[in-house]
């Protein structure tokens, strides 16, 4: 999808990748309301669009469930799990410690938070607005 993205937006495929990324907490805002990022997130919604008008699929992220929310035939889940879950396995697989893994999860959460709030107006991971929220464990 970042790939279609990038090509329909003429940026560059990282760029559009690196949208909600949780590098800089305190210009995350200021960021994504850029022209720049406006015009990734706009190829980022048509090629999401494209693709769910083409057939059955399944798009992670994104604010997807946002994006598509007028299709009739969407589902809408949001998989989560505790954060000691979470924080377990960011030390799994990144070798952090308990501190590290827990900072870089509240970061990349707050991250997804902004992204999804900008995009849609609504909190991320609100049960209301899914039609199944799961945890996994």
Not at 30 to 41: C, G, K, P, R
Not at 97 to 121: F, H, L, M, P
């Amino acid at each position: 999808m970042t790939a279609i993205a990038a090509k329909e937006s003429g940026l560059a495929g990282e760029f559009i990748s690196n949208i909600n990324s949780d590098e800089n907490a305190v210009m995350r805002e200021l960021y994504l309301s850029t022209n720049v990022i406006q015009q990734a997130i706009i190829a980022q919604d048509k090629v999401i669009k494209m693709i769910a008008e083409a057939g059955s699929c399944v798009i992670i992220g994104r604010s997807a469930d946002y994006v598509l929310r007028n299709n009739k035939d969407l589902v809408r889940i949001f998989l989560y799990a505790p954060k000691d879950y979470r924080t377990k396995k960011v030390m799994e697989m990144y070798g952090d410690t308990w501190d590290e893994g827990k900072r870089n999860i509240e970061r990349s959460d707050t991250a997804r938070s902004t992204y999804y709030k900008n995009i849609s107006g609504k909190k991320w991971g609100d049960p209301r607005h899914h039609g199944l929220s799961s945890v996994y464990l």
